[in-house]
């Protein structure tokens, strides 16, 4: 690939851009009450993908203003306008700033976020920034995108020409599939993507319903001003050498005849298998029956804890509390995911191709009394809902059969304040936690099988209006922000 001091029209390029940003940091711009709202309504959206305390890189920062707004622990602007970067200096002390060109970039150390907010349209060589990017990421980086749709090329060109907007220069205009094409060739995966922006402008209430609602339903989101777009460094597969430990989480109420094939039949998997109890006070003998299997299998790594609280998630988050392991599953005590599937789960983890493993029951034909058909209505329905709310494929909300690295866990945890406490599955507190930090999400289908002991315990109207209400709650919190 040709460097880029080593071509002329390159270098002229930059030289072009270097003047027009130095022109426009040195003079107040006139498009401040247009620019301005869209700006301050890009630093609600990056606000709620970058928790705060984060390390971020902002690269093209200009006066700094959305990496302050993001309140990182460690911030770094890049820019390659002196101008701009004196401005940002003055405006936020607190934050670092470097005059670079984001095509040679050199830094030291990785980042948690790296930002690309309107940049990627006035770049030279997008494939090489790209790679440059790659090299500031860490297996748990994210890199946030935004970039202005095509379709407003001529309204921002005309609202420019009346003075109504920043002048640009000629652009690129890549669409979100070019985008996705380039990060790939750069060693990224694309994540979600998302349009955001319908109204540029500050109108009282119409802004906000155009902007927080009408750009993400129908028609209507092919309007936005810009798009959104996650990405993560394409992972390595966990060396076998370097195999974890692996914690399954058994939440068990009433399933005392499911607890000897629970030792029968779960696997051995990474470094080694632990089985972590939660007994959920049962009205028979599971929590004796449970310790009496541990008594007689010392060559499994058990233990056993009795629930305080109520609802499967509280057991699971005691479970996760205790667990030893670096990778967290949970299993049904109700067998009705076979335990022999768990190591397909362990193995899309630890690959790299999954960061949070969902099982979905509705892919494969179910034995034919697994699930009553209002209940499969009801999870076809919230399946749906879900995918569209979190931006990835999730199938199946409530299989209770979900993979993720204890380390990401954590992550979650600390997160938990931003949608409550209400959950009693513990399903949605994760899947929301997992969307809310961009995990990578894979679907992996299981056979269902039917109960051979036991009954369950979901209600399902009751639980189902709980569902509903959860949906529309964290749509607040994640899509119509």
């Not at 270098?11 to 940003?21: D, E, G, K, L, S």
């Not at 029951?361 to 034995?367: A, G, H, K, N, Q």
Request: proline letters at 5%.
């Amino acid at each position: 690939m040709t460097q880029l001091h080593e071509d002329p029209a390159a270098r002229a390029y930059q030289q072009t851009r270097i003047m027009h940003w130095n022109s426009l940091a040195a003079t107040p711009p006139q498009w401040r009450w247009s620019g301005g709202y869209y700006h301050s309504r890009l630093n609600e959206i990056f606000s709620t993908l970058v928790p705060r305390g984060k390390n971020v890189l902002e690269i093209g920062c200009g006066h700094g203003d959305l990496l302050a707004a993001l309140n990182p622990a460690k911030g770094v602007g890049i820019d390659f306008s002196p101008e701009m970067l004196s401005r940002a200096r003055q405006m936020h002390p607190g934050l670092t700033f470097i005059e670079a060109d984001a095509h040679a970039l050199e830094l030291k150390d990785p980042f948690d976020y790296i930002i690309l907010s309107d940049l990627l349209n006035d770049l030279w060589d997008v494939q090489l920034v790209l790679e440059n990017v790659r090299r500031w990421c860490s297996p748990h980086t994210r890199v946030i995108i935004n970039s202005y749709s095509r379709l407003w090329e001529v309204p921002l060109a005309a609202a420019s020409s009346l003075g109504l907007a920043k002048r640009n220069l000629y652009q690129n205009w890549l669409t979100v599939e070019d985008i996705t094409q380039l990060l790939a060739l750069a060693g990224f995966e694309t994540i979600r993507t998302w349009p955001e922006v319908l109204m540029p402008v500050r109108f009282p209430l119409l802004d906000s319903l155009c902007n927080r609602y009408l750009v993400k339903l129908g028609l209507l989101r092919w309007m936005a001003v810009t798009h959104m777009i996650v990405a993560r460094p394409q992972t390595a597969p966990v060396p076998a050498e370097r195999a974890p430990l692996v914690s399954v989480i058994v939440p068990a109420r009433n399933e005392s005849g499911n607890v000897e094939a629970i030792f029968a039949r779960t696997p051995e998997m990474g470094a080694g298998t632990e089985l972590v109890f939660v007994e959920g006070n049962s009205t028979d003998d599971t929590f004796e029956t449970i310790r009496q299997a541990v008594s007689a299998h010392p060559e499994r790594r058990c233990s056993l804890f009795q629930q305080k609280g109520k609802g499967k998630g509280d057991a699971v988050r005691l479970g996760y509390e205790k667990a030893s392991g670096d990778v967290l599953m949970i299993l049904d005590a109700d067998l009705t995911v076979p335990p022999e599937d768990l190591p397909r789960f362990y193995h899309a983890l630890v690959s790299g191709q999954a960061e949070f493993v969902n099982g979905v029951r509705l892919v494969y034909p179910m034995e034919k009394e697994a699930m009553r058909f209002a209940n499969l209505l009801g999870n076809k329905f919230f399946s749906l809902a879900f995918s569209w709310l979190l931006g990835q494929s999730v199938k199946d909300t409530l299989c209770g059969t979900k993979v993720l690295w204890k380390q990401d866990y954590l992550r979650i945890a600390a997160n938990r304040q931003v949608f409550g406490d209400f959950d009693p599955f513990g399903d949605f507190d994760l899947l929301f936690g997992a969307a809310r930090l961009n995990l990578k999400i894979i679907d992996l289908p299981v056979r269902y099988r039917e109960r051979t002991y036991g009954t369950t315990n979901i209600s399902r109207w009751k639980h189902g209006v709980l569902l509903l209400r959860m949906v529309l709650f964290a749509a607040s919190k994640i899509k119509f922000i």
